[in-house]
């Protein structure tokens, strides 16, 4: 999927971050939180570290997952002015759009660029198989293999120009 070569990618999973739910009094985007526990310093910590985002997302009952929504609270200027390409699946036809089109408005209020046009993934029980490679007999592996790529070369791009240019 990745033809530079000097590209990273680090998968953060939010099953390795178990937080509590989000319980400060303060608000990240405007003071800092003072009674981190170290697993949510963790998570801010491994934000801050990256250039850029890929969010894959599931789509449930026409919603982000409440997990990853409670992560996000977290997040003040980790994230700031750096890329984001949003990817939703759902078991429907609808690919996840809502779970796409809703994370617009959160990832703007944490300063996020979010690229246009997410990819979205449908009937994702027959696309993928259990390893997360895409099913090679489903007539829509080809369409979401060109997407997924398009996706990548995507946030490789604005990573690196923002990386590189750094707005002050």
């Known amino acids: 999927m990745n033809s530079n070569a000097d590209i990273e990618y680090t998968w953060l999973d939010l099953r390795d971050y178990e937080m509590p739910m989000y319980d400060h009094e303060e608000t990240p985007l405007e003071e ?62 609808d690919g996840g759009i809502v779970a796409a089109n809703s994370f617009v408005a959160i990832l703007q209020m944490l300063k996020m660029i979010v690229l246009p046009e997410p990819v979205l993934l449908w009937f994702a029980d027959n696309n993928f198989n259990e390893d997360g490679t895409l099913n090679s007999a489903d007539e829509n592996t080809e369409h979401f293999a060109e997407r997924l790529d398009s996706a990548f070369k995507e946030i490789d791009f604005y990573s690196r120009v923002l990386k590189e240019n750094k707005f002050e």
Do not use: C, M
């Open 32 to 93: 800092h939180i003072h009674d981190l526990n170290t697993v949510e310093g963790k998570w801010l910590d491994a934000l801050e570290a990256q250039d850029g985002y890929v969010i894959l997302t599931p789509e449930y009952d026409r919603a982000i997952p409440g997990g990853l929504k409670n992560a996000l609270d977290l997040v003040g200027p980790e994230t700031a002015r750096k890329p984001v390409k949003v990817i939703a699946y759902s078991h429907f036809s």
